[in-house]
């Protein structure tokens, strides 16, 4: 059976990106209109139902600032 990438893994691996491209957490949750609690949930996975607005906005920033 072949692996599946959750939603919960493709945001903790922007955000780790982000991360490691020196953005903080309230750095990416001011750039994406969240907060860093939401940022948090995003990436650990407790984040229940996120809004298919705020997963492209996240999208967003990780490709432009990985893209850099």
């Known amino acids: 059976m072949p692996h599946v990438i959750?939603?919960?893994?493709q945001f903790q691996?922007?955000?780790e990106g982000?991360?490691?491209h020196g953005m903080t957490?309230?750095?990416i949750a001011r750039r994406i209109g969240c907060s860093r609690q939401q940022v948090w949930r995003l990436?650990?996975?407790?984040c229940r139902k996120p809004s298919f607005e705020?997963?492209?906005r996240?999208?967003?920033l990780h490709d432009?600032?990985?893209s850099k």
């Open 6 to 9: 959750t939603d919960h893994q």
């Open 13 to 15: 691996a922007m955000i």
């Open 18 to 20: 982000l991360s490691q």
């Open 25 to 27: 957490s309230s750095e």
């Open 43 to 46: 990436e650990t996975g407790t």
């Open 54 to 56: 705020l997963g492209m």
């Open 58 to 60: 996240l999208k967003q």
């Open 64 to 66: 432009k600032t990985i």
